[in-house]
């Protein structure tokens, strides 16, 4: 086990801010990771994670203690009751898992094709894009718990996912490095065209599409929001989308459309759960004067996509940070809903 000291962070994010790590391990195998659990307590370091560092704004003063890359990888493939299981290292990269997946026919997951990242970090915030969300095909998460140093297998239940949620950020964020993910697919199985995008991107098409068809639309589309990272595209600096679609109860719905009427406006909505109503944060972004392609200073909103901050070139963490508020700020001011970010703010 090899552990670096002040290792710059940014390089390994997205978003490309943020300082450097006072200690640095990369983790191959679970032994790997007990030793490194065991180096931060020895010498009482906090501990980060790291996956592929694309949901994630690094502070400028970097991270006080050991940052932990996981690198765990492996594609195991088995046939159990009419489904195709993977269990699939944490340190895989998510985009070649689907790309196996769709290739082997497997379907579950092709909506969620291009998403950066790696396997570990797709149950954290129950990634989803395009109609699919991980939830829906985890089984089980081998994890390392570090409350009692074990070695457990969580079923998909315990997990407790929703919307862009799970135990893993919430109610036990920090307790559990993510070692393995079983996935359960359908051989054969239909693509789920089911999003206005796709819907769209097939209309006319007379031919019903596969799930190849499937996987290079949602990446097609996705490039042309900069959602797919592509060299060269400088609105790719980014952590994806900055904030999640707010879930409003009724009362909080009739007062936001209130406000849209008087405007003469009507906001985009969709049913969720328990009579809620999830309204489009992009909509409440453009229409609270923040346009595609905003910029203050080195910091700005991605031309392709309202909903992702984007670093220009050379932004520190403080600038992205202060973006994040601004637009709060005014979405609260002028339709009185607060958004909440979707990245991990790692060292604040
Ligand atoms: C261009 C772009 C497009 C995106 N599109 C989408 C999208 O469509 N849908 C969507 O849901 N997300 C999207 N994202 C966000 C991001 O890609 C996902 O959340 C992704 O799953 C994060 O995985 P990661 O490995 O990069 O995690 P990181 O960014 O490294 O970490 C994120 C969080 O997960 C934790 N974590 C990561 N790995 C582990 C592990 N093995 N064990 C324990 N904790 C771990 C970290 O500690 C941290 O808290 C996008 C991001 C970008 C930059």
């Not at 994010?13 to 990369?26: M, Q, R, S, Y």
């Not at 191959?28 to 307590?41: C, L, N, Q, Y």
């Not at 592929?52 to 046939?79: C, F, Q, T, Y």
């Not at 910091?299 to 901050?309: D, E, F, P, Y």
Request: glycine share 10%.
């Amino acid at each position: 086990m090899m552990v670096q000291e002040n290792v710059p962070l940014s390089p390994l994010t997205t978003l490309k801010v943020g300082g450097a790590a006072k200690f640095f391990i990369e983790a191959k195998t679970i032994t790997d990771v007990g030793e490194a659990v065991s180096f931060a307590r020895s010498r009482n370091l906090p501990l980060f994670a790291l996956g592929g560092g694309s949901n994630l704004v690094i502070a400028d003063s970097g991270w006080p203690g050991l940052v932990l890359k996981i690198a765990l990888h492996g594609m195991e493939e088995r046939s159990e009751d009419g489904k195709t299981l993977f269990e699939v290292g944490a340190g895989e990269q998510w985009d070649k898992f689907v790309a196996r997946a769709v290739a082997g026919n497997c379907a579950g997951v092709e909506c969620l094709s291009g998403i950066p990242g790696s396997v570990g970090g797709t149950p954290v915030q129950n990634v989803g894009a395009y109609g699919q969300e991980v939830a829906e095909t985890v089984t089980s998460v081998l994890v390392f718990d570090l409350e009692d140093g074990q070695v457990r297998e969580l079923c998909a239940q315990a997990c407790g996912f929703s919307y862009r949620t799970s135990i893993f950020n919430t109610t036990a964020r920090g307790r559990y490095i993510i070692l393995r993910v079983t996935y359960a697919l359908m051989p054969g199985g239909a693509p789920r065209i089911q999003y206005a995008d796709l819907k769209k991107h097939f209309a006319g098409w007379g031919v019903t599409p596969t799930l190849t068809d499937t996987r290079e639309a949602v990446r097609r589309i996705r490039a042309s929001k900069a959602m797919l990272i592509t060299p060269g595209d400088e609105d790719c600096r980014s952590a994806g989308s900055f904030f999640k679609n707010p879930v409003l109860t009724p009362e909080q719905y009739a007062e936001l459309t209130k406000r849209a009427a008087a405007k003469g406006l009507e906001i985009p909505s969709y049913p969720a759960l328990e009579a809620r109503r999830k309204v489009s944060a992009a909509w409440l972004v453009e229409h609270s004067g923040f346009s595609k392609g905003y910029s203050s200073g080195r910091v700005g909103i991605s031309r392709k996509h309202a909903l992702a901050i984007v670093n220009r070139g050379d932004a520190t963490a403080a600038e992205i940070v202060a973006m994040k508020e601004h637009i709060q700020q005014r979405v609260e001011a002028i339709w009185g809903v607060r958004l909440d970010p979707e990245p991990v703010f790692v060292g604040f």
